[in-house]
């Protein structure tokens, strides 16, 4: 089955199916908002979506893009429909879909086309399937990319140099566990608190994929990076259920076509943050270290891998790392 069709038929899937379907009118208003600036991969995603949408139903609906750095905030005013739809990643989102935390075990994924074949698969399509039961449509995943580790108190070359430092982290149970046991003291805040923590030492360092850490330019305020690549960062775009069942089949068809449009903008683009960003990140000024020993790093989080293989879906974890492409 194509791409396209798996994404739609779990968006078909996830809508209740009680929902009334009206047709749209004239200038349908939607409003769409992203962690991150416009000129990153995730506002590259929504932009992408907004465009796409608006010029696939002829202006009938206008898209309203706007940043909010507080993920939490944007997935409750989406489930509460004061906003129509968000593009976030899904640190927050297992707080809201359990199944989301899945993902967000270290090391679960071998590279990019593991992690987007995943998603992408029926594996992927069953945990969107989950959304509607807490108010939330899944529609699409997106990325952030790999997460790498940042701090401005030294060089981290191995598991033993994250112990006492202050990382920040997203409000994410599964990450928490992960720097705890690697002897780190995990600050979860929401990513619009986190610069001026870094500025005033409130935490040591945090941890986001290339393509943050750039368009953010956290190298004003870290001097070292890792190339840890511990953990696969989803973003998923959700929108509020009454704002997909309003729309008719044939704007419905034109709202997912517009969504993997999106996804592939997004993803086009993380890619080349992550070719680029080593390099980037050097010329502002800081210490990059790529040659990353991953399997000491594995071999320290050994007790969080045994605590998540019982407190999470062991069978699930098991068909995501034993994914291949056909």
Not at 6 to 18: E, I, N, Q, V, Y
Not at 140 to 166: C, H, M, Q, Y
Not at 277 to 289: K, S, W
Request: with cysteine; hydrophobic share 45%; aromatic share 6%.
């Amino acid at each position: 089955m194509s791409l396209t069709r798996r994404l739609a038929l779990a968006a078909a899937l996830a809508l209740p199916l009680a929902l009334p379907v009206a047709p749209a009118t004239a200038q349908t208003q939607m409003t769409v908002q992203h962690a991150l600036p416009l000129n990153s991969h995730t506002g590259v995603g929504a932009s992408t979506f907004a465009q796409t949408f608006e010029r696939l139903t002829n202006g009938r609906f206008r898209v309203a893009t706007q940043r909010n750095d507080n993920e939490r905030e944007m997935i409750e005013s989406v489930q509460i429909g004061t906003i129509d739809c968000t593009f976030t990643s899904t640190g927050p989102v297992g707080n809201f879909v359990p199944e989301v935390r899945l993902f967000d075990v270290p090391f679960l994924f071998r590279d990019a086309t593991h992690a987007r074949g995943v998603l992408d698969s029926e594996i992927g399509q069953q945990v969107l399937a989950r959304f509607p039961a807490r108010g939330l449509v899944g529609v699409v995943w997106i990325e952030n990319g790999f997460r790498n580790l940042t701090n401005s108190r030294r060089e981290v070359n191995t598991p033993a140099d994250v112990r006492g430092l202050k990382i920040r982290t997203m409000e994410n149970q599964v990450h928490m566990r992960a720097f705890t046991t690697l002897g780190a003291l995990p600050t979860p805040m929401a990513f619009s608190e986190l610069v001026p923590a870094l500025q005033q030492g409130t935490v040591d360092g945090q941890e986001n994929p290339i393509s943050v850490i750039v368009a953010n330019n956290l190298n004003q305020v870290q001097r070292y990076m890792t190339l840890t690549r511990h953990v696969y960062s989803p973003q998923v775009m959700i929108c509020n259920p009454g704002t997909v069942g309003r729309l008719n089949a044939a704007d419905r068809a034109l709202f997912q076509q517009a969504a993997v449009a999106a996804q592939a903008a997004n993803r086009a683009r993380v890619t080349a943050d992550e070719e680029a960003g080593v390099e980037e990140l050097r010329r502002r000024g800081m210490t990059v270290i790529t040659q990353v020993d991953t399997a000491a790093f594995q071999a320290a989080l050994a007790p969080a891998f045994a605590e998540w293989e019982r407190t999470l879906d062991a069978a699930t974890l098991r068909r995501i790392r034993d994914w291949r492409a056909n």
